[in-house]
Nanobody, 120 residues
Framework: QVQLVESGGGLVQAGGSLRLSCAASGGLFRLDAMGWYRQAPGKQRELVAYITNIGNTNYADSVKGRFTISRDNAKNTVYLQMNSLKPEDTAVYYC??????????????WGQGTQVTVSS
């Protein structure tokens, strides 16, 4: 069974940096798109960034130029480097991974979420 483990959230001052990681394991045949979403209190979950299996990326306008998504296919891991953080970046961040299981079934899984808090 595919499992996702997120890490790297925390409390940081405005202008600081954090790096989130999301590692997939168990029953994988192939990983396709991998992405990060976030949900702030009282708001809907929104896309932050995603990266395809060939490295194409897409970012929300609010994070362009500040956040960088990357992946290490050998480690089945996706990263989100967040620089110049702002208080409005405060949210629970979720990774999302799509692919095929070892029995060739498609999957679309979410990580458990990691809190990012940016103080002003």
């Amino acid at each position: 069974q595919v499992q996702l483990v997120e890490s790297g959230g925390g409390l940081v001052q405005a202008g600081g940096s954090l790096r989130l990681s999301c590692a997939a394991s168990g029953g994988l045949f192939r990983l396709d798109a991998m992405g990060w979403y976030r949900q702030a209190p009282g708001k809907q979950r929104e896309l932050v960034a995603y990266i395809t299996n060939i490295g194409n990326t897409n970012y929300a306008d609010s994070v362009k130029g500040r956040f960088t998504i990357s992946r290490d296919n050998a480690k089945n891991t996706v990263y989100l480097q967040m620089n110049s953080l702002k208080p409005e970046d405060t949210a629970v961040y979720y990774c999302n991974v799509q692919g095929l299981t070892e029995t060739y079934l498609p999957f679309n899984y979410w990580g458990q979420g990691t809190q990012v808090t940016v103080s002003s």
